[in-house]
């Protein structure tokens, strides 16, 4: 049915996106983070195993799965610190 998996990745990120709005809005802001940090490393192991022309790109495979993996880094180190209020 799909001859690539360029369809099947940009529902994967849409259903990606109603999840983590839902995860923030239903259960907490941090858990939200999680889930977007699992979903950019889900990404980049999809870029990393699946040939060039099938997946959604942006620069080159070396690029793209360090940004993600970058990405989801970040997310999971700031994650405890969702809604955080600082002192005044």
Known sequence: MFPTWRKPSAIAVSILIVAVAATAWF???RAA???LAGGCVAAAVLRVAARER????????TFDVAMLLALA???AVLAPWGLA???S
């Open 85 to 87: 209020v600082t002192p």
């Open 54 to 61: 099938h997946v959604l790109t942006a620069r080159g495979r």
């Open 27 to 29: 259960a907490d802001t």
């Open 73 to 75: 880094i970040l997310l």
């Open 33 to 35: 983070a999680w889930v």
